[in-house]
Protein backbone atom coordinates (compact mmCIF):
# COMPACT_ATOMS: atom_id res chain seq x y z
CA UNK A 1 0.00 0.00 0.00
CA UNK A 2 2.81 2.16 1.03
CA UNK A 3 4.51 1.57 -1.89
CA UNK A 4 2.06 3.12 -4.03
CA UNK A 5 2.98 6.87 -2.17
CA UNK A 6 6.77 6.14 -2.57
CA UNK A 7 6.27 5.70 -6.31
CA UNK A 8 4.65 8.74 -6.59
CA UNK A 9 7.23 10.36 -4.37
CA UNK A 10 10.17 9.66 -6.90
CA UNK A 11 8.70 11.55 -9.69
CA UNK A 12 8.70 14.85 -7.31
CA UNK A 13 11.96 14.16 -6.15
CA UNK A 14 13.40 13.75 -9.53
CA UNK A 15 11.68 17.17 -10.71
CA UNK A 16 13.51 19.15 -7.68
CA UNK A 17 16.86 17.52 -8.44
CA UNK A 18 16.26 18.82 -12.37
CA UNK A 19 15.14 22.12 -11.51
CA UNK A 20 18.47 22.69 -8.71
CA UNK A 21 20.46 21.03 -12.23
CA UNK A 22 19.18 23.96 -14.32
CA UNK A 23 19.68 26.60 -11.90
CA UNK A 24 22.91 25.47 -11.25
CA UNK A 25 23.57 25.69 -15.54
CA UNK A 26 22.97 29.23 -15.36
CA UNK A 27 25.42 29.89 -13.42
CA UNK A 28 28.41 31.55 -14.55
CA UNK A 29 31.46 29.31 -14.38
CA UNK A 30 35.34 30.12 -16.03
CA UNK A 31 33.85 29.84 -19.18
CA UNK A 32 30.84 31.69 -21.47
CA UNK A 33 28.03 29.31 -22.10
CA UNK A 34 24.93 30.19 -23.28
CA UNK A 35 22.61 28.57 -20.53
CA UNK A 36 24.14 31.61 -18.90
CA UNK A 37 21.59 33.94 -21.09
CA UNK A 38 19.00 31.58 -22.76
CA UNK A 39 16.53 31.52 -20.32
CA UNK A 40 16.28 35.18 -19.52
CA UNK A 41 12.80 36.19 -20.22
CA UNK A 42 12.56 39.22 -22.90
CA UNK A 43 9.14 41.15 -23.26
CA UNK A 44 8.73 40.94 -27.12
CA UNK A 45 5.59 42.28 -28.21
CA UNK A 46 3.81 42.84 -24.72
CA UNK A 47 4.65 38.63 -23.82
CA UNK A 48 7.67 37.48 -21.90
CA UNK A 49 9.57 35.06 -24.31
CA UNK A 50 13.26 32.86 -23.27
CA UNK A 51 15.63 34.43 -25.55
CA UNK A 52 16.16 31.49 -26.47
CA UNK A 53 13.37 31.08 -28.45
CA UNK A 54 14.47 34.54 -30.02
CA UNK A 55 17.33 34.13 -30.75
CA UNK A 56 20.64 32.47 -31.80
CA UNK A 57 22.96 32.24 -29.09
CA UNK A 58 26.82 31.08 -29.66
CA UNK A 59 30.05 31.21 -27.77
CA UNK A 60 33.00 31.79 -30.23
CA UNK A 61 35.63 31.89 -27.42
CA UNK A 62 35.87 31.53 -23.71
CA UNK A 63 34.56 35.01 -22.91
CA UNK A 64 32.08 35.84 -25.44
CA UNK A 65 28.87 35.11 -25.76
CA UNK A 66 26.92 36.35 -29.31
CA UNK A 67 23.63 36.62 -29.12
CA UNK A 68 22.02 37.10 -33.01
CA UNK A 69 18.20 37.49 -32.57
CA UNK A 70 16.21 36.18 -35.67
CA UNK A 71 13.97 39.92 -35.64
CA UNK A 72 16.53 42.75 -35.68
CA UNK A 73 14.03 45.10 -34.23
CA UNK A 74 14.05 42.57 -30.90
CA UNK A 75 17.41 44.22 -30.46
CA UNK A 76 16.10 46.86 -27.73
CA UNK A 77 13.91 44.24 -25.96
CA UNK A 78 16.77 41.82 -25.61
CA UNK A 79 19.30 44.47 -24.40
CA UNK A 80 16.84 45.97 -22.23
CA UNK A 81 16.23 42.31 -20.69
CA UNK A 82 19.71 41.49 -19.84
CA UNK A 83 20.82 44.67 -17.99
CA UNK A 84 17.72 43.98 -16.43
CA UNK A 85 18.58 40.33 -15.32
CA UNK A 86 21.23 39.20 -12.31
CA UNK A 87 24.09 38.18 -14.85
CA UNK A 88 25.57 41.03 -14.11
CA UNK A 89 27.21 41.71 -17.61
CA UNK A 90 26.84 44.90 -19.88
CA UNK A 91 25.77 44.22 -23.15
CA UNK A 92 27.27 45.38 -26.48
CA UNK A 93 24.87 46.18 -29.38
CA UNK A 94 26.10 46.60 -32.96
CA UNK A 95 22.87 46.53 -34.83
CA UNK A 96 22.34 43.53 -35.95
CA UNK A 97 23.93 41.60 -32.73
CA UNK A 98 24.70 41.53 -29.02
CA UNK A 99 28.27 40.50 -27.86
CA UNK A 100 28.82 39.92 -23.88
CA UNK A 101 31.95 40.26 -23.08
CA UNK A 102 32.52 38.28 -19.77
CA UNK A 103 35.48 39.43 -17.59
CA UNK A 104 37.68 37.23 -15.94
CA UNK A 105 36.19 36.29 -12.08
CA UNK A 106 37.91 37.13 -9.50
CA UNK A 107 38.40 34.96 -6.31
CA UNK A 108 35.76 36.81 -4.45
CA UNK A 109 33.49 36.18 -7.10
CA UNK A 110 33.96 32.78 -7.44
CA UNK A 111 33.13 32.46 -3.55
CA UNK A 112 29.92 34.31 -4.28
CA UNK A 113 28.79 31.87 -6.57
CA UNK A 114 30.13 28.71 -4.68
CA UNK A 115 27.96 29.92 -1.32
CA UNK A 116 25.10 30.73 -4.14
CA UNK A 117 24.91 27.32 -5.36
CA UNK A 118 25.50 26.14 -1.43
CA UNK A 119 22.20 27.95 -0.87
CA UNK A 120 20.05 26.72 -3.87
CA UNK A 121 21.47 23.26 -3.08
CA UNK A 122 20.11 23.80 0.97
CA UNK A 123 16.64 25.02 -0.50
CA UNK A 124 16.42 22.16 -2.99
CA UNK A 125 16.85 19.79 0.43
CA UNK A 126 14.31 21.94 2.42
CA UNK A 127 12.25 21.17 -0.65
CA UNK A 128 13.07 17.69 -0.53
CA UNK A 129 12.49 17.10 3.05
CA UNK A 130 8.96 18.49 3.14
CA UNK A 131 8.01 15.79 0.40
CA UNK A 132 9.67 13.33 2.71
CA UNK A 133 7.29 14.89 5.82
CA UNK A 134 4.20 14.64 3.57
CA UNK A 135 5.00 11.37 2.65
CA UNK A 136 5.36 10.10 5.96
CA UNK A 137 1.95 11.44 7.06
CA UNK A 138 0.45 9.56 4.27
CA UNK A 139 1.98 6.65 5.47
CA UNK A 140 1.01 6.93 9.54
CA UNK A 141 -2.80 7.51 8.27
CA UNK A 142 -2.83 4.59 6.57
CA UNK A 143 -1.35 2.64 9.61
CA UNK A 144 -4.28 4.60 12.00
CA UNK A 145 -6.52 3.23 9.31
CA UNK A 146 -6.01 0.17 9.36
CA UNK A 147 -4.64 0.13 6.14
CA UNK A 148 -1.19 -1.02 7.12
CA UNK A 149 0.33 -2.90 9.52
CA UNK A 150 3.41 -1.55 11.91
CA UNK A 151 5.93 -3.65 10.46
CA UNK A 152 4.34 -1.87 7.17
CA UNK A 153 4.75 1.53 8.54
CA UNK A 154 8.85 0.77 9.79
CA UNK A 155 9.52 -0.39 5.72
CA UNK A 156 7.67 2.39 4.63
CA UNK A 157 9.94 4.45 6.91
CA UNK A 158 13.00 2.46 6.12
CA UNK A 159 12.35 3.65 2.41
CA UNK A 160 11.66 6.74 2.82
CA UNK A 161 15.22 7.48 4.58
CA UNK A 162 16.97 5.62 1.91
CA UNK A 163 14.73 7.68 -0.86
CA UNK A 164 15.70 11.09 0.79
CA UNK A 165 19.74 9.47 1.17
CA UNK A 166 19.52 8.47 -2.45
CA UNK A 167 18.22 12.68 -3.27
CA UNK A 168 20.17 14.11 -0.89
CA UNK A 169 23.58 12.27 -2.35
CA UNK A 170 22.12 13.75 -6.02
CA UNK A 171 22.12 17.45 -4.43
CA UNK A 172 25.93 16.90 -3.07
CA UNK A 173 27.09 15.31 -6.31
CA UNK A 174 25.77 18.55 -8.49
CA UNK A 175 26.93 20.63 -5.80
CA UNK A 176 30.48 19.13 -6.27
CA UNK A 177 30.31 19.50 -10.22
CA UNK A 178 29.64 22.80 -10.10
CA UNK A 179 31.75 23.97 -7.41
CA UNK A 180 34.36 22.76 -9.12
CA UNK A 181 33.35 24.20 -12.75
CA UNK A 182 33.43 27.35 -10.98
CA UNK A 183 37.16 26.98 -8.65
CA UNK A 184 38.62 25.89 -11.91
CA UNK A 185 40.65 29.11 -13.36
Known sequence: MFQKIISQL????????????????GIRTGKASSALV????????GSKVP???????????ANLIVIQPWDVNSLGDIEL????SEIGINPSNDG???????????????????????KAAEESRIVLRNLR?????????????KQITEDGRYQAEKE???????????VTDLIETKEKEIRTI
Do not use: C
Open 38 to 45: ENIAVNYY
Open 81 to 84: AIQN
Open 160 to 170: LNKLIEDFNRK
Open 96 to 118: RMIRLSLPPMTAERREELVKMIH
Open 51 to 61: LKQMANITTPD
Open 133 to 145: EEAWREVKQLESQ
Open 10 to 25: KPKMQEVIDKLGDSFR
